[in-house]
């Protein structure tokens, strides 16, 4: 049925075509010309008009396609020169940390000129808000040992406690286990810079041991004494940030708060050697 419908209607189509053919020739023949023209373009118009549209459509559809794809092209090129800006900010940022590293080495050096430092970089820490213990990648192969002096430029961050092939354990001023020989300059006060287990978790240690009548003040700066610990003298320990009375001897006990930041720490010296002011030395 549905052949026999779709012969049906090309034979239809197939007059109708004969037809419009044949009648703008008869016309033409009979001497009217200009009415064959005006039925021939009446007839084609649509199908100009179709054409035309159908062109038009196809011409936007290959403009269309061909700004994607320079948009694509301009997308990828953009990307490329983004990432190579992006490769370039971590290169410059990159240099500045080593510069940075570099102008402290130096600026500790100018300072302290007998001073034989190793470089570590932090590969552990405890945890806490404040690291109390810090993992460094320097060990006996790089001539590193026990109680040696760890710092940056700063001040103290502590000394080594533990110390393997590779590595070594630094234990920080903050720690309970830690004490310093300590002076105040301005009113010339000596006591000892100790961690303290009630203070560890803020940050923050203590100097004991003063005169009672010790005139401190909050905001005096402490530095190290050279004698009675690992330390050479004048290395910044830190401020005054409070003082009190202890309870049982009535002696002046002061909260220091470390010169250093421990809670970001990346790069530290290690003091391989010194010489004391007092002609000795740690290895000298």
Same mark, same amino acid.
């Given at each position: 049925m549905k052949k026999i419908f779709q012969n049906k209607f090309f034979v239809i189509c197939l007059c109708i075509a &004969? &037809?419009? =053919?044949?009648?703008? =020739?008869t016309l033409a023949l009979m001497g009217y010309r200009s009415l064959s023209k005006s039925i021939v373009g009446t007839v084609t118009a649509p199908l100009q008009w179709c054409v035309t549209v159908v062109g038009n459509a196809f011409e936007g559809f290959g403009r269309y396609f061909s700004s994607v794809d320079l948009l694509i092209e301009k997308n990828e /090129?953009?990307?490329?020169e983004n990432q190579e800006l992006r490769e370039q900010i971590d290169r410059a940022e990159l240099l500045e940390r080593e510069n940075e590293r570099l102008r402290a080495y130096l600026e500790i050096k100018s300072q302290y000129p007998s001073f034989r430092m190793e470089e /570590? %970089? &932090?590969?552990?820490?405890s945890a806490g808000n404040y690291a109390t213990h810090y993992t460094l990648n320097? *060990? !006996?192969?790089? *001539?590193? /040992?026990v109680n040696m002096p760890v710092i940056v430029r700063e001040g103290i961050v502590g000394y080594v406690t533990d110390v393997g092939l590779n590595w070594c354990m630094v234990s920080t001023l903050i720690e309970t286990e830690s004490s310093v020989g300590a002076y105040i300059p301005r009113p010339g006060v000596t006591g000892i810079v100790s961690g303290d287990y009630t203070l560890r978790d803020e940050g923050v240690c203590k100097? =004991? $041991?003063m005169d009672q009548n010790a005139d401190i003040a909050v905001g005096d700066k402490v530095y190290s004494t050279g004698t009675g610990s690992v330390y050479p003298a004048d290395?910044?320990?830190?401020?005054i940030v409070s003082i009190d009375v202890d309870e049982y001897s009535r002696a002046l006990v002061a909260t220091v708060r470390? /010169?250093?930041?421990f809670t970001d720490l990346q790069? %530290? %010296?290690?003091? !391989? *050697? $010194?010489?004391?002011? =007092?002609?000795?030395g740690m290895a000298s």
């Open positions: &004969v &037809v419009i =053919s044949a009648v703008p =020739s /090129a953009l990307e490329e /570590a %970089m &932090v590969i552990g820490h320097r *060990g !006996t192969i790089h *001539g590193i /040992a100097i =004991s $041991y290395l910044c320990i830190g401020e470390p /010169a250093v930041d790069w %530290m %010296m290690i003091l !391989t *050697g $010194y010489e004391k002011q =007092s002609g000795g």
